[in-house]
């Protein structure tokens, strides 16, 4: 049996918004629900340690493939992929589900679509957790510009703008671009990413896929049967769906222009990672000015992919919190 049946509650279905998600569940109706939700180039399997911990602590969580990803729907179009539908996808599956308010946790993306949710239907979040990605306000300028600016042509985010290029590469090896992207910090590129290549950029991870020997093994975080459910599920699915997500930023600033700013009388978790060098620590400073109801913690030694480098302590955190705010 694979990781994805062993590590994991059975999968579910639900159609939402247009689409299908397929989801995972422990702990139906005890208390209120947490719904995690996942980054990139992850999996709702991402969340495999806090439902297990979910599950002991008789607490109901819900961890969906979201739009793109996985076992989940991958509409065609850019546009398909922009925040109002990956936000309208939560909403719709609660409704679906029958589900008035839920808890969201997010990390990397799935952050930014979490912290999203209580600016555009406060009414359906009863509170809000942050992994790694920090509210983020809106910029005052196209966010592709400055990071263009900022960073140069070759930096991640921009370089997935162009169609099909970052597509290509990510999937020529997939085994190789997953092994690079989940080792953990201190020999991850992370601190070389940071430096400017050639032509000027940073955190070009074109260049440093391309040069990285996939028989390095230092640093890797996955067991071999966890590594082999990403690499089935993105060998079958594909990158364009997730980066179709990123090809969104621009569209996304625009709505953004009419959303609020503050996230006021909801109770809200910011939970930082000290390694995490795209993700820093600092970038949280300025929540309490835009929230005011946060509790905000740092996981030591940690790099980008928190919850799966230190989930007794990500766990700990989000259960000690949940006790203390929305007891069962």
Partial sequence: MSALETMM?????????????????VGKGQGVPVVFCHGFPELAF??????????????????????????????????????????????????????????????????????????????RIAGVIGLNTPLMPRSPVDPIAAMRAAFGPDMYIVWFQTPGDADAVLGQNVEKTMRFFMRKPATSGITTAAERNAGGSTFAFKDLLNAWDASDTAGQMLSAAELAAFVQAFEAGGFTGPINWYRNFTRNWVAAESLPSRIDDIPCLMITAELDAVLRPDMAAHMPGFINDLETHMVKGSGHWTQQEKPEEVNALILGWLDRRFPT
């Avoid at 509650?9 to 569940?25: F, I, K, S």
């Avoid at 909403?91 to 209580?118: E, N, R, S, Y």
């Fill in 9 to 25: 509650p059975a999968v579910q279905r639900v159609a939402t918004n247009g689409v299908e998600l397929a989801y995972y569940e």
């Fill in 46 to 123: 991402s969340w495999r340690h806090q439902l297990k911990a979910f599950e002991d602590a008789g607490r109901w969580a819900i961890a969906p493939d979201q739009r793109g990803y996985g076992l989940s729907s991958k509409p065609a179009a850019v546009t398909d992929y922009d925040l109002a539908n990956l936000a309208g996808d939560m909403i719709g599956m609660l409704d679906a589900l029958g589900i008035q308010k839920a808890i969201f946790c997010g990390h990397d993306w799935g952050g930014i679509v979490t912290w999203q949710l209580p600016l555009m239907y406060p009414d």
